[in-house]
């Protein structure tokens, strides 16, 4: 599955334009907000078997990094690359998010381990 890096861009950019709309101003301004438009075409994707996928980062081989919580809630890291979906998390940890994702494959992100949370899920 080949996923467009210009999709994935527009989708931000539309996340981004919506919020601004919805973010209350104390201004008395007749100007509507920013319209897109155009044609664009969106490709949703989930991590297999989980119960919610994010995306946070994408570079411009169209590598796309993220999170996905599993069937008990736990956050993990996943890369998805050329359709394949690949899951990380450092040893110890208990909640991981992948960030951003540099042109080398370099991911960047954080982790909480068990001694940073306590023994209460994070």
Known sequence: ????????????VLSVAIALAQTPTNTTSATSPAVISGSFSFTAF???????????????????VGDYRD??????????????????????SVLTRGIAINNLGV??????????????TC
Do not use: E
């Open 71 to 92: 069937s008990s809630g736990v956050p993990h890291g996943y890369q998805l690359t050329h359709g394949t979906f690949t899951s990380f998390d450092p040893p110890g």
């Open 107 to 120: 991911i960047g992100g954080h982790f909480l381990d068990r001694a940073t949370c306590g023994t209460a």
């Open 46 to 64: 989930n991590f297999p078997g989980a119960t919610g996928t994010r995306a946070t980062g994408l570079n411009d081989h169209g590598d796309i």
């Open 1 to 12: 599955m080949k996923y467009k890096i210009s999709a994935v861009l527009a989708l931000v």
